[in-house]
């Protein structure tokens, strides 16, 4: 227990040290962006800056989040508070899909409005060169910190940081063809084409949460390990119903299993601690295993939730 604790508390530095970091790296990114596309007629560059400015929400919401996450379990919530975080997660990608639509409407505006268009001046190209060394180095920053601490969030952040380079490198193209071609028209199509992968970006991080949420894995192996995990252990039967619950970084299972009719209370508690201890070794991501033990051949007709083995091979 204890340990664990020591655990979560250094998780909670690191993913406040992540926010501090984001939070002052993409407010400088988007500072400048904002300000030079507004100066130099970019509606792309004004875009991306748009993008750096949703990525510092992205950042306050992980700080804000991550002494919430680390709680520990108490009456109202039994399973902990660590879903806070994919919660977070959930809101970030409502504000970054706002922000791609609203980049799009605007776009339109400005095409429709028939205004005058001017080509981008060289400091877009510079500040344009700035955001991508930025961007990746906060992106490598937050992916290898997301994997070390099994972080959803970060994860999905630095996820977000590449496709920002992406994005990044694309007007910086614009904005060079703009001058070589002088077609500042370029320019605004872009900015389409930046507010609708924005858009992906937030509906895609949208549907990843919401498997969690709902208690859904998208990964078999991890139930063909869980059975074969379980098979392992002398004197188990028939594995069924299992149910594998994501909680942030966290698995839940609960299984049943069957033993011989004949055998202790004592036998076939012993045995359930055998299989809980084989499952946390085969799947280190798992916290918490819960165990029903039932005699030899009975069948339960209304056991509707939960996978047999034959469900996922």
């Not at 392992?232 to 942030?248: C, F, L, W």
């Not at 970084?249 to 004949?262: G, N, P, R, S, T």
């Amino acid at each position: 227990m204890q340990r664990q604790h020591e655990h979560n508390q250094r998780r909670e530095s690191q993913l406040r040290t992540a926010g501090i970091v984001g939070i002052a790296g993409n407010a400088l990114l988007a500072g400048a962006k904002i300000t030079v596309g507004y100066l130099t007629h970019s509606l792309a560059v004004i875009g991306d800056g748009i993008d750096s400015a949703t990525d510092i929400i992205t950042s306050v919401i992980g700080l804000f989040t991550a002494s919430i996450a680390n709680k520990p379990p108490d009456r109202e919530h039994p399973y902990g508070h660590q879903r806070a975080e994919t919660i977070a997660t959930k809101l970030l990608s409502f504000t970054i899909t706002f922000a791609g639509i609203q980049l799009f409407i605007s776009t339109v505006k400005h095409l429709i409005d028939g205004e005058t268009l001017e080509i981008p001046g060289n400091a877009a190209l510079y500040v344009t060169l700035f955001s991508i060394a930025g961007k990746i180095a906060l992106a490598l920053y937050k992916g290898r910190l997301g994997r070390r601490i099994n972080s959803p969030m970060l994860k999905a952040d630095a996820q977000n940081m590449r496709n920002d380079v992406l994005l990044s490198t694309t007007v910086l193209t614009g904005v060079v063809l703009s001058q070589l071609l002088a077609l500042p028209i370029l320019d605004r199509i872009l900015a389409l084409g930046i507010s609708v992968i924005i858009i992906k970006s937030g509906v895609g991080i949208f549907m990843e949460t919401s498997e969690e949420l709902m208690d859904g894995l998208d990964d078999p192996d991890v139930y063909r390990t869980l059975f074969s995990a379980v098979r392992e252990i002398p004197g188990v039967h028939h594995p069924h119903r299992a149910r594998i619950r994501k909680i942030n970084f966290q698995l839940l299972v609960d299984l049943d299993i069957e033993v011989k009719a004949d055998l202790t209370v004592q036998e076939g508690h012993s045995i359930a601690n055998k299989v809980e201890s084989r499952i946390k070794e085969r799947v280190p991501e798992v916290s918490d295993v819960l165990v029903h033990v039932e005699p030899l051949g009975v069948q339960h007709a209304q056991e509707s939730y939960g996978l047999d083995e034959d469900d996922v091979c």
